[in-house]
């Protein structure tokens, strides 16, 4: 276990890996323009340059939560400080299954499921996202069209 300044100390160097220039760019392409509905939504973007900045996202939180999860960082600590890896877990929860499999890893994000499923009301706020972020989706295709 690391102590509280341990700890801190680590989610400020994560904080400033997420504000690199390709990282936010990616986050905001995940935030604002990656909304699967269905598998195949999320099949046709892994063949697309956007797999790039969606592993990019991914990855990032996983490792996070492998840091979390082993007891480098506070668990307590970092939900009071992080809200972003549930929204990103939120989008994949659903097709997990199946993206293991197309990515040809069953571990596939399995740090981030750990540490978001332990959330006490974990899947009420998942499905609480989704549907945040599908009308979001739907209000960015009506201001476009």
């Known amino acids: 276990m690391t102590t509280a300044y341990e700890s801190a100390n680590l989610l400020l160097q ?4 997420r504000r690199e220039a390709k990282m936010r760019e990616a986050r905001d392409w ?12 999320v099949a046709a973007m892994l063949g697309s340059p956007d797999n790039a900045r969606f592993r ?4 990032y939180w996983d490792m996070a939560a492998a840091l979390v999860n082993h007891g480098a960082i506070d668990e307590r600590l970092f939900a009071d400080a992080n809200s972003e890896h549930v929204m990103a877990f ?5 097709f997990l299954p199946d993206l293991r499999v197309a990515m040809g890893n069953p571990a596939f994000a399995g740090q981030l499921e750990r ?3 332990r959330l006490p009301d974990a899947t009420t706020r998942l499905a609480a996202l989704r549907e945040q972020f599908r009308a979001l ?3 960015f295709a009506a201001a476009a069209g």
């Not at 995940?30 to 939504?41: L, V």
């Open 137 to 139: 989706g739907a209000r």
């Open 115 to 117: 540490l978001v499923m």
């Open 90 to 94: 939120a989008k994949i929860e659903p």
């Open 30 to 41: 995940y935030a604002f323009r990656f909304n699967p509905g269905t598998f195949q939504d």
């Open 14 to 17: 994560l904080y400033e890996m």
């Open 56 to 59: 990019m996202v991914i990855t």
